[in-house]
């Protein structure tokens, strides 16, 4: 597998990242991906992320702008080490015959920079420096360096980042840009390329998970038959195929509610967001309020992978209903999984007076709630009996009585009809009233 690797940074810099890359090209796709502002870095993540396997960047601000991003692909930058610095210091101090002390410098750590004029025999008594981690604004580094340079408390000065460089240069400040050299770029795509071997072999790692739902045959003599579980039992079976399409895997139903479905690695990472377990745990809660959890487990094996998913799935029954619990290959648990954006309902409320209302309804918390969560997904505050039939699996005469019961008693309004799309009475539109 060659991966693939977003290149982000200035021009100069991503020039300089692709022509070294070449010696990787076995290895590694080097993507360009160039910005006149460091400013642009969140975009391009935000944009790119998914077609990139590992992130380059061209130095330490745009690397801590995209850490913000919560990029699911790894990313490093070429460290501002001694070799770096001793370009400039050399510059100064041998070409240019400069004090250190009456230079203003930006960005690099105090001991990395104290290390290298030891190691270079550079005297200095006090040093104008501008040290930290992460990002800081263009403007701010600019004021700092400009500052100093007016009140004559420095001659020159020396920053990492090009946009400061040039604000200084076009000040008509003399200014020096201190930028990553070839080895330590060369260093950085050599850990690139082993990073992506070692992402090439988690993603062919097996991915095992087990959907546990609360033993069917409970349900009949509950007003529930025979009949009635096989029905619940196939539309189970029916949501699992769709997620598992999206995960290009497979699954088999090893009976009792239970269900095993087996992928990769990989393709459950990188699944969009509608394969998430989450929604998963949504579709079967929609369908059915039996107790539902689900064990993911990864690993080199068939048997490694399930044995993880079945410790994962004993964490997830000890979390609660509807929870997603993943162990990887080396043992660590991750959980509950949650997706953003998720559809999630209560199976209880503390209102007396909606309780009183919805059993004089005939209508269960539980239901009530269900029905809150889909008109939420549609998105439009407003649901019909054909959405609610579709989505909890009922008949459109049920889901027109609910809708029904729950406006006789002020939990719901009619706020409109829709033309049916063939011959047929008008479809009427409610809003459930969510009561708080």
Not at 21 to 37: A, V, W
Request: aromatic share 6%; hydrophobic share 40%.
């Amino acid at each position: 597998m060659i991966a693939r690797v977003g290149a982000v940074g200035p021009k100069d810099s991503i020039e300089l990242i692709t022509e070294i890359g070449k010696e990787f090209q076995d290895r590694l796709i080097i993507i360009p991906f160039i910005y006149n502002n460091v400013s642009e870095t969140s975009d391009i993540v935000l944009r790119d992320d998914i077609h990139i396997d590992i992130w380059v960047f061209s130095g330490q601000a745009p690397y801590a702008i995209a850490q913000e991003q919560n990029s699911k692909q790894k990313a490093m930058f070429p460290q501002l080490n001694g070799s770096s610095l001793t370009k400039v210091l050399l510059e100064i101090v041998y070409r240019d015959h400069l004090q250190l002390g009456r230079i203003s410098f930006d960005t690099i750590l105090p001991h990395h920079f104290y290390e290298t004029c030891t190691e270079l025999d550079l005297t200095y008594e006090s040093i104008q420096l501008l040290s930290y981690t992460g990002y800081k604004p263009t403007e701010e580094l600019v004021a700092f360096h400009s500052e100093r340079f007016a009140q004559g408390k420095v001659d020159a000065c020396a920053t990492c980042l090009r946009g400061v460089y040039e604000e200084l240069k076009a000040q008509g400040i003399p200014v020096y840009r201190i930028t990553p050299n070839r080895m330590t770029i060369r260093s950085m795509l050599n850990l690139a390329s082993t990073t992506g071997e070692t992402m090439h072999f988690k993603k062919s790692q097996i991915a095992v998970m087990l959907i546990d739902v609360e033993e069917p045959s409970k349900l009949i003599g509950q007003n529930k038959s025979s009949y009635d579980v096989r029905r619940l039992d196939l539309q189970l079976q029916d949501a699992i195929l769709d997620h598992v399409e999206a995960l290009s895997g497979s699954f088999v139903a090893i009976g009792n509610g239970k269900y095993l479905v087996f992928t990769t690695r990989g393709a459950f990472e990188t699944a969009d967001a509608s394969a998430h377990p989450s929604v998963l745990l949504e579709k079967i809660a929609l369908i059915t309020d039996l107790q539902t959890n689900i064990g993911i487990g990864f690993g080199v094996t068939a048997l490694a992978a399930e044995r993880n998913a079945q410790i994962a799935l004993q964490h997830a029954k000890k979390t609660g209903n509807l929870c997603a619990i993943q162990v990887n290959d080396m043992g660590d648990v991750e959980g509950p999984l949650r997706q953003t954006g998720s559809i999630n309902f209560n199976y209880r409320t503390e209102d007396i007076k909606t309780s009183e209302l919805l059993k004089k309804a005939g209508v269960t918390i539980t239901s009530y709630n269900k029905l809150l969560s889909v008109q939420k997904n549609l998105g439009q505050n407003s649901i019909s009996a054909p959405d609610i039939a579709e989505w909890l699996g009922m008949t459109k005469r049920n889901a027109r009585r609910i809708l029904g019961d729950l406006e006789e008693h002020g939990l719901a309004e009619l706020i409109g009809e829709e033309a049916p799309t063939n011959r047929g009475r008008p479809r009427k539109i409610y809003r459930i009233k969510e009561i708080l």
